[in-house]
């Protein structure tokens, strides 16, 4: 697989079949490349790293080491997934860092969301690295690339988010997946089993939470994102949006208002609504959450989220609103 | 054919790049600052998207004039594309009654060329500040919207064209069809 661009006469892959022959085809050339050798690999617990780790599993088996990095930024169960699914059930080799307390300790105080996503950037790369430097005689580095990143970089090597680990180590880059689109990725997990909540998982920042817990961000306020976010979510999934809506999640920013519960006065945060439909996300519309699911949603963060009294919803569409509010 | 697009700055000059991309054009984003000389065997050229007010100064509206004066090849303005074109033939902008931002409901009234196939009336997507106020003598209006009176225009005597608003993104319907309507310009001019 030396070259980056897509032969014409590729079929589209949207059935398990041309999945099957796809994955079939895959382990033969992952073998190929690897032969012997060990390959490392950064899991996100987004679907295309999932994909490359699920498919070098069935390549390489243990010869594959899996890195999952917790930020401390990620969403409520969402590492735990990530350890089952992979650990638990598929047998991997998966090394699991939690590095909560470091990431939010570098970021106690920092308001500036430029500075906090450099600062989320490269700790990642930090731990990874050190996790990287443990892992004797390591000479590949799986990549979750997909078509679109190689299309739209031009048909040069696609941008990477571990910085310049290739260089720095000399690893070769393993990218079994770079000739397919999303939705061939997506029926491809699919089929090597991974569960359909991580193959149709919402597009989600790096920086995660980071970005919407907005402004300095401490252990409450994003505890209350998190929880806020999980509710909205387990909402969606009963009314049926789940997979329909594009992107939906909660922001809570740094800002309080008056409330009161029980004759007690509050002094709480508001929880923000996002839920937006695009294609590429360059522009987009917001989604007509129909009054008596948002009532829901609404009820039930305001009585089990911590700290919060309000709860509101973002109208506005891209431009000029983005659609993360950081 | 060769079509390149000039970058003015906006924040969907990479997607201009894709729709035409996708319509199997060789394409290629260059800076503003692009001397002429490099872009005269080219088959057409948009002029893109900036940020506010670009259209009105100069300095960050580079060798746009140049282009516009020197090009015999079809050029197609979008947004501060669109205004610099206009102010460069005589007309006046300003800062716009009602400026629009995502949906606007456009009404086509040529469909000569640019729009050719394209409904009387469909949804577009904008963002801009300013307006054309006054349109060149040689230009003539093609499309309105309630909020803004001067949406497209196109140029009487030579293929120049320009639109308020953005065909490059999703949200605007028939907007790959009017790149297409543009490349068929083209290839009629070619001949």
């Known amino acids: 697989m030396d070259s980056n661009k897509r032969p014409d006469t590729m079929e589209r892959i949207t059935t398990p079949e041309l999945a099957d022959a796809f994955i079939k085809e895959q382990v033969v050339e992952l073998q190929k490349q690897i032969g012997d050798g060990k390959v490392l690999l950064a899991l996100s617990g987004g679907v295309d790293s999932s994909v490359v780790a699920a498919l070098l599993i069935k390549a390489i088996g243990k010869n594959l080491t899996c890195v999952h990095v917790n930020h401390g930024l990620l969403r409520k169960g969402e590492a735990e997934q990530v350890i089952d699914v992979f650990r638990n059930q598929m047998k991997a080799n998966l090394v699991y860092v939690d590095a909560t307390d470091r990431f939010l300790d570098k970021l106690a105080g920092v308001s500036d969301p430029e500075q906090k996503r450099k600062i989320i950037g490269a700790e990642f790369i930090t731990v990874f690295e050190e996790e990287a430097k443990k892992i004797e005689g390591v000479k590949f580095l799986g990549q979750g690339t997909i078509y679109p990143d190689i299309l739209e970089s031009n048909g040069v090597k696609a941008h990477h988010n571990v910085g310049g680990l290739p260089e720095k180590f000399g690893f070769e880059l393993v990218e079994p997946v770079k000739l397919l689109f999303k939705d061939e990725v997506r029926v491809v997990g699919k089929q090597l089993g991974l569960p359909d909540n991580m193959v149709y998982r919402q597009p989600f920042p790096g920086p995660g939470l980071g970005v919407r817990c907005t402004g300095a961000i401490t252990r409450d306020r994003l505890e209350a994102v998190r929880e806020s976010d999980a509710i909205l979510r387990e909402e969606f999934a009963k009314a049926d949006l789940e997979g329909k809506v594009w992107q939906y999640f909660t922001v809570v920013p740094d800002y309080r208002s008056t409330g009161v519960r029980d004759g007690k006065r509050l002094w709480d945060w508001p929880v923000i609504i996002r839920a937006v439909n695009t294609k590429d996300a360059m522009t987009a519309t917001v989604e007509e959450v129909p009054w008596p699911l948002l009532n829901k949603i609404t009820q039930r963060i305001l009585a089990e989220v911590k700290g919060v009294n309000r709860v509101l919803y973002d109208l506005s569409p891209k431009p000029c609103a983005t659609i993360e509010w950081e | 054919m060769k079509v390149y ?187």
């Open chain 2, 5 to 191: 697009i000039v970058d003015n700055g906006g924040q969907w000059t990479h997607r201009e790049w894709r729709v035409l991309k996708y319509l199997d054009v060789e394409t290629k984003i260059v800076p503003n600052t692009t001397p002429f000389e490099e872009l005269k065997d080219l088959d057409g050229l948009i002029l893109s998207g900036g940020s506010p007010n670009v259209a009105s100064d100069k300095d960050a509206m580079g060798n746009n004039g140049e282009y516009l004066d020197k090009a015999e090849f079809p050029i197609f303005g979008i947004c501060a594309g669109m205004q610099f074109t206009c102010e460069w033939f005589g007309g006046k902008l300003g800062p716009a009654e009602n400026p629009e931002f995502s949906k606007v409901d456009l009404k086509i009234s040529n469909h000569a060329d640019l729009f050719k196939g394209i409904p009387d009336e469909i949804t577009v997507w904008a963002s801009h500040n300013d307006e054309v106020k006054v349109v060149p003598d040689n230009f003539e209006i093609i499309a309105t919207s309630p909020t803004c009176p001067v949406e497209a225009v196109r140029c009487k005597d030579r293929p120049i064209y320009a639109v308020q608003f953005h065909p490059e993104v999703e949200h605007t319907e028939y907007g790959a069809e009017m790149f297409q309507n543009f490349l068929d310009i083209i290839a009629d001019w070619k001949k």
